[in-house]
């Protein structure tokens, strides 16, 4: 490049309106497919994040989820029994069966149903995620119907404070607690004891299994011990991480098509509103280009300083756009997942790879958009350009 | 030897398949040193005959040779090397960038060559101090009258040292005083500089300051 970047910025900068105005165009679209990915990375981060890289869990193999699975307790009991499971420290299997059901509450605000988690849990559920915290209030008492809930669902549903009484599965439940679950999908359930739920609920059945092994290079000979087991074969073990991964793809593949899709259409618009700059910027300048030529820059010179000046132009406009759209993290929006059926609570979750690919939808934008006119402004005939004066 | 041979050279431009004939059969050779002035009334085609020595153009027949180079044989890139090492070329309306400072316009055409930043920095003071503007460095375009801006225009054209000076109607757009002193520029950098110049004007006085005149009316030289 052998035309000064200065000549470029000033020029920018002497078309104050019309580069404002092009920037702020590209910003907005750099924005919503910014805002795009950093929703679908927001869901699949909650999602992740919520399994464990230590636990395994265990559900019914037709069932794609927690919510269609079944496991019948003596089938829980085998497994509990298996000798590659850990230990707690008071000596009891490191596993818990839990029942998953989604029952419906209305929502602050809109008044409209949500479906939530309710899990029963076990006194082992709590070791087996470390990262759950009591907020407010105290832990539930086995044995009763005392519930807990997540600081998300306290947020976003009715009737979900600390003394208030919920009624579900045929019985009233008080709330003693607020627990937080560091971001996680858990923060979006609410949890009670899975002995007083099973039978509320009038289910014989667990939903799944979580565990912790002595060694975690242990997993793939349990899990063809399991699958060899005539009793157990009906079961199939998961790393907690990877099944909670794959509740989240169903969701992020649906907001990064639909994202993608609006934000091809809207590029169309900056792309062309770049053109459109461009070309007047080239008009503008014929007797500068021919100038310029005639003191021996070549074709390729100008057109690299046009592409130049159309990427910048572009690259601008992304960082105003991604600068904005970093602010949405603020922001937490609640909605149902896919892959769960149930409410989840979740982020715009600003990454590295959301800052690369928008750099180069960005990037794409402002080359496409200055390469015609580049092109025009490096085939510009010297006698005719000079002419124009 | 002459430094500049124009040989039997002709150029027709074609509008709608048809041919407008500017230039018919012109052959002369400018010396080194020489200062030559190109008259003749408007449309005579001087401008385009400076193009073409000044290789930005090329001639639909005859040839061109400056120091022994035939430029009707360089192609477009090597037309663009050439111009940079060989042609000074200043406009009637100076055509500076106006976005750039006067050191920076005429920084411009050293940025084509290998010298340093600090040697860039020396020769474009040096260009500057001779046409008088050393204390303009940092102006721009629309901060300095037309007579200063044409001086910055003849430093950009000189700054490398060019075997040719074409100076197309180079007072054509300044008031008296200010061609006056453009001239005198000129005449100056042609006596003590020994700067080979070719000069387009259609103004008598301006001719005057020409060695030698040479007179252009419909295409053909006389
Ligand atoms: N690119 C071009 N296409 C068509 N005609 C041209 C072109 N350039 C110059 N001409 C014609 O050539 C003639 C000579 O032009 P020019 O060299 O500019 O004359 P002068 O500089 O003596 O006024 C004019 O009639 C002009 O219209
Ligand atoms: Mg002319």
């Known amino acids: ?101 989604l029952i419906n509450i209305f929502k602050k605000g809109s008044g409209d149903m949500g479906n939530v988690t309710v899990r029963g849990i076990t006194s082992e559920s709590m070791l087996l995620r470390p990262q759950i915290k009591i907020l407010e209030g105290k832990m539930f008492t086995a044995g009763t119907s005392e519930i807990i809930v997540g600081s998300s669902i306290a947020k976003r549903f009715q009737g979900c404070t600390i003394g208030e009484r919920l009624k579900f599965g045929g019985n009233y439940w008080t709330i003693v607690g607020v627990f937080d679950g560091n971001g996680t999908g858990f923060d979006s359930e609410i949890w009670g004891d899975v002995e007083q739920m099973l039978p509320a609920f009038g289910r014989p059945v667990f939903s799944s299994l979580t565990f912790r092994l002595k060694n975690q290079s242990d997993f793939d000979a349990l899990k063809t011990k399991i699958e060899s087991d005539r009793r157990l074969n009906y079961l199939e073990i998961q790393h907690e991480k990877e099944y909670y991964a794959e509740q989240s793809r169903l969701m992020a593949i649906f907001i990064r098509v639909i994202g993608t899709v609006v934000s091809i259409i809207f590029s169309f618009g900056a792309t062309i509103g770049a053109m459109i700059t461009m070309y007047a910027a080239v008009a503008n300048r014929t007797v500068e280009i021919g100038t310029l030529r005639s003191l021996g820059f070549r074709r390729r010179n100008i057109l690299a300083a046009f592409l130049i000046e159309s990427v910048l132009i572009a690259s601008l406009g992304a960082a105003i756009g991604l600068f904005t759209a970093s602010f949405l993290q603020l922001f937490v929006i609640s909605t149902v997942n896919f892959g769960t059926f149930s409410e989840l609570a979740f982020g715009f979750t600003l990454s590295l790879a959301v800052i690369k690919y928008t750099a180069i939808f960005a990037l794409g934008i402002g080359f496409i958009g200055g390469f015609l006119p580049a092109v025009r402004a490096a085939r510009l005939n010297i006698v005719n350009a000079l002419r124009a004066s | 030897m002459s430094l500049v041979s124009v040989q039997n050279i002709s150029k027709s431009y074609w509008r709608d398949s048809q041919e407008i004939r500017v230039l018919t059969n012109i052959s002369f050779d400018i010396a080194e040193g020489d200062f030559l002035g190109l008259m003749g009334p408007s449309g005579s085609g001087k401008t385009t005959l400076l193009n073409l020595i000044a290789g930005i153009d090329k001639p639909t027949k005859g040839s061109i040779t400056v120091s022994s180079t035939d430029i009707s044989k360089l192609n477009e890139s090597e037309l663009a090397k050439w111009r940079a090492r060989h042609i000074g070329f200043v406009f009637q309306f100076y055509n500076l960038m106006p976005v750039l400072t006067a050191f920076e316009n005429v920084e411009l055409p050293l940025l084509l060559s290998k010298l340093s930043k600090k040697e860039r920095r020396e020769h474009v003071e040096f260009a500057l101090q001779i046409v008088g503007l050393g204390d303009r460095v940092h102006h721009y375009p629309k901060q300095l009258s037309g007579g200063q801006e044409q001086r910055v225009a003849i430093a950009r054209a000189i700054v490398t040292d060019p075997t040719v000076l074409v100076a197309d109607e180079p007072t054509g757009d300044l008031d008296k005083v200010s061609a006056e002193e453009i001239l005198k520029l000129l005449e100056r950098l042609n006596t003590e500089f020994k700067k080979t110049i070719i000069m387009v004007t259609h103004d008598p006085r301006a001719a005057e300051r020409a060695h030698k005149i040479r007179h252009l009316d419909k295409g053909e030289l006389s």
Not at chain 1, 55 to 62: E, L, T
Not at chain 1, 90 to 97: E, H, I, T
């Open chain 1, 1 to 101: 490049m052998k035309i000064p970047l200065t000549y470029t910025l000033k020029s920018l900068w002497t078309r104050k309106l019309t580069t404002t105005l092009t920037i702020g165009g590209i910003s907005m679209v750099v924005f919503v497919f910014a805002a795009v990915l950093m929703l679908a990375y927001g869901v699949e981060k909650t999602l992740i994040e919520t399994g464990s890289d230590e636990n395994v869990i265990v559900i019914r193999k037709a069932a794609q989820a927690e919510l269609q699975s079944q496991i019948d307790r003596d089938a829980a009991n085998i497994i509990k029994t298996l000798p590659e499971l850990a230990a707690t420290p008071d000596g009891k299997p490191f596993a818990a069966n839990e029942l998953f059901v």
